[in-house]
């Protein structure tokens, strides 16, 4: 049985204490947050507490708070005990407490209302000596089934890729959106092709995936394509046209 | 009963090819393909031909080859009965029989071997009257589900949006991709995100789901991620980021 006390009452700690709540083999011992109303829903299942003075034992602690708010807070933990953060910024070194220290990040877009599929998230583990990751390992399979060991640094690429693959692509359904509208075309039309898109990487990797008018060098097509864009689409249209030709050359 | 004829052998009219044979509420009265070879598995289930000249009678001619090869083959149809395309791009104009004329448009990206769930495929049609459009929408209706009106000005800009969506989408995968490999990660640590990122449109325009250091112009992390990109990604990244910037203040 693995004591967890987690800290924090944002999106991902209430997504992380519903799921210890509902697992074996672990015991959720306490729940703090700053403001104790964050968390008021769990007062008939653990303990509560905003005061990090009066943390219980434990063997994992996790600190799920803003990634500005992390060296606080861990600073602030006297308890012995292995002490991780959920971010997929901050490393590893910013955790000021005096004892061990760890990572346990879980790799997806939360929203607040929507369920969460653990089975699915990517648990990305990080800790100072093989014991204390065997351990994290164990604590992320009580609710989840996709464990990685995956160094700060590691993380930091990790992020940047992560960018690319979620902000920037929503950026362009964003702009998908934005010429449907314009033309009075229903954007849902669109829907199962970025659904598609999406689950193709799975089975073929995106550089063989390729197809459009970039990969083919149709410059036909490309010219009418930026005669209908405004000035902000078609330079998009034009980095990530030249992009594509660029990479088939490599 | 509607009667249809398929001239083509290609990815699509193989999916068309099938679905029809399983549908209620039509025949498929004949395959045309210019090499017979690419068809003979159907050489039991209809009849098949390589000369255009020996089409035979049917309610709908659904020509579904090359976009270049649509006025030529069109031109050849000397039967009564509407003509239409399965093309996202050419207009209904070029298609050169003397008769009835229209669009019969999926929009999906096909895979020769995966199965296709013809119930999430959205049928762009577009014909010259109104009567024209209903046969269409009943054909549609016989093998699919989601039917849309669609003229051949919007498919053109519905064509540059999947553009984005698809084509443009499919790089940033790409580019992530990359990243990964270099640095050693597993890619498929991020399959989770692309997936979620593309089913959240469905619940979330794209706008409001905007996430990342770019909406939030957190000047720092930008920094740090363009030092680890080479200059190819950077020039993305930097674009990516001015529009996502741009768009915000629109």
Redesign the interface.
């Known amino acids: 049985m693995i004591r967890v006390v987690i800290i924090g009452g944002g999106k991902v700690a209430n997504h992380l204490i519903k799921a210890f709540l509902n697992a074996s083999d672990v015991q959720l011992a306490q729940i703090y947050a700053r403001n104790i109303k964050q968390i008021k829903e769990y007062e008939h299942q653990t303990e509560l507490t905003d005061d990090l003075q009066k943390l219980k034992k434990a063997d994992v602690y996790i600190i799920s708070v803003s990634d500005d708010a992390i060296e606080k807070v861990s600073s602030n933990i006297i308890e012995q005990g292995l002490v991780v953060h959920t971010s997929g910024?901050v490393s590893l070194m910013s955790l000021k407490n005096k004892g061990r220290k760890g990572i346990f990040y879980l790799?997806?877009?939360f929203?607040k209302d929507?369920e969460v599929n653990f089975d699915?998230?990517?648990f990305?583990l990080e800790a100072e000596n093989d014991k204390d990751l065997k351990l994290l390992e164990k604590l992320a399979l009580t609710i989840g089934k996709k464990v990685?060991h995956?160094s700060s640094?590691?993380r930091?690429?990790?992020?940047?890729?992560?960018?690319?693959?979620?902000?920037?692509?929503?950026?362009?359904?964003?702009?998908?959106?934005d010429?449907?509208d314009?033309?009075?075309?229903?954007?849902?039309?669109?829907?199962?092709?970025?659904?598609?898109?999406?689950?193709?990487?799975?089975?073929?990797?995106?550089?063989e995936?390729?197809?459009?008018?970039?990969?083919r060098n149709d410059k036909n097509?490309i010219k009418?394509?930026l005669s209908?864009?405004n000035k902000?689409q078609q330079?998009?249209?034009k980095?990530?046209t030249?992009?594509?030709i660029?990479?088939k050359k490599l």
């Open positions: 910024t790799l997806q877009s929203s929507k699915e998230i990517p990305c990685y995956i640094e590691q930091s690429y990790l992020h940047v890729a992560a960018v690319f693959v979620n902000n920037f692509t929503n950026h362009l359904y964003s702009v998908g959106n010429i449907c314009k033309y009075n075309v229903p954007f849902e039309v669109l829907y199962p092709l970025i659904k598609e898109t999406a689950l193709k990487v799975e089975s073929l990797s995106p550089k995936a390729q197809t459009g008018p970039a990969v097509t009418k394509h209908i864009l902000n330079e998009l249209y980095t990530l030249d992009s594509i660029n990479g």
